[in-house]
Every structure is written in C-alpha cells, then in structure tokens.
C-alpha cells in the first residue's frame, strides 16, 4: 500500500476552503481532514474535536514545547496549528490527509515534508471575496476589515504554493481539486513498485 499524500490548501478567509472541501470529502472516502487546534473562540455551531480544538494560551504553548504540533503559526492574534500524530497517522494507513492552513504554516510544512502537495485557492477577485465574506455573516465588520487586508497580504503567496485553484464556479474548483490528486497519486515516485509488479508473474506467463 503507497501512503498517503499530505495536501497542504490554503485560501484567504473567505477564499472557499471550506465550501469547496465539503464538495471534496462527500466525493473523496479516503480523505482524511486535519483537526487543527485554535486559541480562538468557538463560531455559533463550531464544536471542541469537531472544527477544532479550542485551547487556551498556555495549553497550545504547551503542545509546541511538546513536539506534539508539526506546524503553527500566529493569525490575527490568535494562535493555530495542527496536531502531528493523526497526520503521520493516517498517512501510514494510505489515507490522504488535508491540512487546511494559512500560509505561515503551508511555509513551514513544505520545508519539512517537501513531498507534501501545496494548493492555493484563488477567489475571481478582492471584490468577490469581500462580497462573500460578508455574506457569510460570521464576523463583525472589524474583524471582515482585518481579514481582508490579511488577503491582501496572502495572496502574493500563492507564488510559493504547487498548484492554483481558481473558486470561480464551485463545481469547477471541486474537480480541479480532484484532478490535481488523481495526477499525484500517478507521479512514478508515488509509484516506485508497479514495474516489480507488472513483471512478477512474466516467468510464468513467457
Ligand atoms: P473559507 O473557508 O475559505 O473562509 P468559505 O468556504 O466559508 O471560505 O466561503 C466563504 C463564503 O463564500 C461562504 O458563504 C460560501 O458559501 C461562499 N462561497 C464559497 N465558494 C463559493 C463559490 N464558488 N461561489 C459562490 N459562493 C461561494
Ligand atoms: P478561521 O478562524 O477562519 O477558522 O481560520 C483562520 C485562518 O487560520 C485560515 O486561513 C485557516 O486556514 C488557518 N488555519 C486553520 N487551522 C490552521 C492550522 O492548523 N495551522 C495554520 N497555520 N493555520 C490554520
């Protein structure tokens, strides 16, 4: 059994992630997502274990001077990161395995698993996405201001990432998505013992 590829896929708020990860994962039964933990408070709806860990100051700087984070980083003032051990985990098992992440933390996962694959998604424009961030209508326009001005900040990033998904029309990012990870599990690297394979039973056949 190959293991499973780390998808490293980061948006600015409002990009889309989220809509376009639930079409992902009602399609994809072998994907795995990340539970990241946060020092930010819980949205209406948003449940411990579920969307996130919600931990206190002291309990995320806890888990880094641990080892227990593979990456974390710090965004508009509230810590977050993501758990190591369900991520190498799943991997073992074959299971692709989502990291949904800022691009802080994309930077720091590239550098230490340089086999990870890296996707940012794109909105069509700045305008779009204020427009759906506030449609969303789960922030106070304070924190849409800081949001959008953290995009601006982010976007410029997407140079550093593998692929680009542009969130125009959702169905179309949903199968780009899907087609990147199809390509990827084809890499002949991912691959190295389908030749051994083919040839094992040629004795018998020639
Ligand atoms: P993120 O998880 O990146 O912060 P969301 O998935 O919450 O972003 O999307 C932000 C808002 O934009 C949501 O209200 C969502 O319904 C909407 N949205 C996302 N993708 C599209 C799309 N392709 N077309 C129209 N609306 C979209
Ligand atoms: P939100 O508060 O909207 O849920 O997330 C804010 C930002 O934090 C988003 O860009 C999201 O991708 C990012 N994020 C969520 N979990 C993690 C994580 O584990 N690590 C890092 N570096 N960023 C994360």
Redesign the pocket.
Known sequence: MNKGLLLVIS??????????LKELFAQDENLRLSVSATTRSPRPGEEHGKQYYFLSREEFEGLIQEGKMLEHAEYVGNYYGTPRQPVEDWMEQGHDVVL?IEVKGGAQVKQLMPECVSIF?LPPSMKVLEK??R??GTEEEETIQKRLAKAREEIPHAKDYDYIVY????ED?VSDLRAIIQAEKLRFCRNTNSIERVLEDAETVC
């Open positions: 948006a600015p708020s409002g990009g889309g992630k989220g809509t376009i949904e998604i759906r961030l449609g969303r969130n125009d029309a959702l990012a």
